[in-house]
């Protein structure tokens, strides 16, 4: 109260002080009260006109879907809350303390399913999941846009071409002055972009909130090019690190092991869990050895197949150190192929604790750290096999 | 038909016996009077020639230096641009720079009457090279642009292109009415459709006819197309800033453009 009386008293006082005060942005909040004040006595005031307050058509259109929205998403949320306490009821659980995760396993138990693809299966979730966000009203309430761009229908793309020409301009600006002056870019503090890639399109997608098409990617693509290719782009570097991704170096990520010392006194290294197909192996590498390799008891003969046994031989060929370690190693499960296979994965993941840094990396790239994931592919009715189809003759 | 209406009303203008109000250049402003309809004055204005003083924006010199007189060469001249031009020069077609002021500054009156009530005005202009300074004069005018490829039914089927009902601009203004050198920009077909009026700078190539106030001019060099940005621009300042005065409204802050009003989710 105390303040409203003070800011009339200013109002009566003082008008230069108090349009100064219409006109900053007001931080504190004896400010704040004065500014609210003075707009309501200068309308009073002053205007030699006034408005009929108006809703456009498209206002009014965007308020009704919102509502009815709202309205769609409040019965959602009813109906998932009863189905949850009837989950919790037959599973004999609290229903208040029932979670996301008991609501799939209740579903999972109640509701089997062998259907083949998951996104096919019986499935409860909250409605917030199953129904995307919705935009925000773009236009105000006489159906005028927010943002300049917005009849392209792309506004915060557009947008961000606008910006980055805008930066290209401005660092273009400063060097034609660096060079009039005779000075040149700083190499110290040159932009660092290996190791840097710039937003794929799908990642871009979800910055800007719409979709883009290839052809606008590469439009982009090539503004950041070009703004990224200037001697000056340091100056730029918080804008242009907006859109960049840090490329992984997978083998760095992937943390190598050290190797124990056995009651012999060589090194060794286990790696358990080696899959491949639904065969399943442990591998044990010991450092120095004599190329000894021994599979359940077996040496290498344990595969007649003659293909598999180079499977087994290659990583240690790829990384040289055939002859120099022993191999042994349990497996169970699966064929030839898949066991050779899994033993192969084995012995290269092992290996990376007796090699170097870069062997690592070239193994990484030659696929030998890669698990495969394939997996035998299902017969289909009307087929003799996976692909294979019966024979078949017109006449 | 706008425009007719707009020139019927600017001949009312200069009939003796108006209320000298409406004959001054400057509007008036007494603290005394009961506060008006806006929808009123924005009926009364219109009948004065020149309410906004656009006639002061420009000379035909600054048109001449700005090189608005060049068209482009004679074997790609329009029939019905041969009205505007004043002759020939080397093979190059000139405008005749007296009709363009006259036809600009009508363009120009109106665009600010158009910002004036409150209306929504979108630069075109589909030239990469002017781009970037026609889309920052429209954000420092606090309007709307498009430069980009356009496409199609964003007028004609508006509802569905932005999935919602959508208000369409109250005015087009075309920096270059051409998206390449044989073809119209389909915006100015779509906009004669919704029956949205168009201002357009019309080179010597291009056909004037549906656009509601041709300026004849060069669409091209970039010091011809800052110069029509910036009058555009300070026109429409001109009528929002009587309109802000005239409401009482805190004035426009123009230091720093405006790109959206709203932070976007």
Redesign the interface.
């Known amino acids: 109260m105390a303040v409203r009386v003070f800011g009339v008293n200013l109002i009566k006082t003082n008008r230069n002080l108090l349009q100064n005060a219409?006109?900053t942005p007001a931080t504190t909040f004896g400010h704040t009260a004065v500014a609210q004040l003075a707009?309501e006595v200068?309308?009073q005031?002053?205007?030699?006109?006034?408005?009929?307050q108006k809703v456009?058509?498209?206002m009014?259109?965007?308020l009704k879907?919102a509502n009815e929205h709202d309205e769609f998403m409040k019965t959602q949320h009813l109906e998932f809350q009863i189905g949850k306490r009837h989950l919790a009821n037959m599973m004999g659980a609290d229903a208040e303390t029932f979670t996301q995760e008991d609501i799939n396993e209740a579903i999972s138990y109640l509701f089997p399913s062998g259907l083949y693809d998951p996104k096919a299966r019986p499935a409860m979730k909250s409605p917030e999941e199953v129904f995307p966000a919705r935009?925000?009203a773009?236009?105000?309430e006489?159906?005028?846009?927010?943002?300049?761009?917005?009849?392209?229908?792309k506004?915060?793309f557009?947008?961000l071409l606008?910006d980055i020409?805008?930066e290209t301009?401005k660092l273009a600006d400063l060097e034609e002055r660096m060079l009039r002056r005779g000075n040149k870019p700083d190499e110290n503090q040159k932009l660092e972009m290996s190791g840097f890639q710039l937003l794929p399109k799908d990642q871009l997608e979800l910055v800007l909130?719409e979709s883009i098409a290839d052809i606008e990617y590469s439009n982009f693509t090539n503004s950041m090019d070009r703004l990224i290719a200037s001697p000056y782009a340091y100056k730029s570097k918080a804008f242009i690190e907006r859109f960049l991704k840090p490329l992984l170096d997978q083998s760095k990520q992937l943390e190598v092991p050290k190797p124990k010392i056995d009651e012999q006194g060589r090194q060794f290294i286990t790696t358990y869990e080696c899959l491949r197909k639904t065969a399943r192996a442990d591998v044990t590498i010991r450092l120095p050895g004599t190329g000894k390799i021994s599979i359940n008891g077996k040496d290498i003969s344990y595969f007649e197949d003659e293909n598999c046994r180079e499977q087994l031989l290659f990583p240690l060929q790829f990384s040289e150190m055939l002859g120099k370690v022993d191999v042994e190693a349990n497996v169970e499960g699966g064929g030839p192929s898949g066991q050779a296979g899994a033993i192969r994965w084995g012995i290269a993941m092992s290996l990376r604790s007796f090699v170097d840094q870069e062997m690592i990396e070239s193994m990484r790239l030659a696929g030998l750290l890669t698990r495969d994931y394939r997996r035998r592919e299902r017969k289909k009715f009307g087929q003799e096999g996976a692909r294979r189809k019966y024979t078949w003759k017109k006449r | 038909m706008l425009r007719k209406s707009l020139c019927n009303l600017s001949r009312f203008g200069q009939l003796p016996g108006l209320s000298r109000r409406l004959q001054s250049t400057q509007p008036e402003q007494s603290a005394e009077t009961e506060p008006e309809d806006i929808a009123v004055i924005e009926q009364r204005i219109l009948k004065h020639p020149d309410y906004f003083q656009v006639h002061n924006l420009f000379t035909v010199r600054d048109l001449f230096n700005a090189r608005v007189h060049y068209g482009h060469k004679e074997g790609s001249l329009d029939d019905r641009m041969r009205p505007y031009l004043f002759g020939s020069r080397l093979g190059h077609l000139i405008f005749d720079l007296d009709k363009t002021a006259s036809h600009l500054r009508d363009a120009l009156n109106f665009a600010a009457h158009i910002a004036f009530r409150d209306g929504i005005i979108v630069f075109f202009n589909r030239n990469a090279l002017n781009a970037h300074l026609v889309e920052q004069k429209a954000q420092e005018a606090g309007e709307f642009s498009h430069t980009r490829f356009w496409r199609g039914g964003i007028f004609t089927n508006a509802n569905v292109q932005f999935d919602a009902v959508t208000r369409l601009p109250d005015l087009c203004i075309f920096l270059n009415t051409q998206n390449n050198v044989m073809a119209q920009h389909t915006a100015v077909r779509d906009a004669a459709k919704m029956a949205i009026p168009t201002i357009g700078i019309v080179d010597s190539n291009c056909n004037p006819n549906l656009i509601t106030y041709p300026v004849p001019g060069n669409d091209d060099t970039p010091a011809a197309v800052e110069l029509y940005c910036n009058l555009f621009k300070e026109a429409i300042l001109r009528g929002k800033r009587e309109r802000r005065q005239l409401l009482g409204l805190p004035p426009l802050d123009e230091s720093q453009p405006r790109r959206s009003r709203k932070p976007k989710k």
Do not use: I, L, W
């Not at chain 1, 005031?45 to 009929?52: I, L, R, Y």
């Not at chain 1, 006489?142 to 229908?153: E, Q």
């Open positions: 219409c006109k707009t200068t309308v005031a002053s205007p030699a006109a006034v408005q009929k456009s058509k498209a009014r259109a965007y879907r935009k925000a773009e236009f105000d006489t159906g005028r846009p927010f943002h300049s761009m917005f009849y392209t229908g506004p915060n557009f947008q606008h020409v805008e301009r909130v």
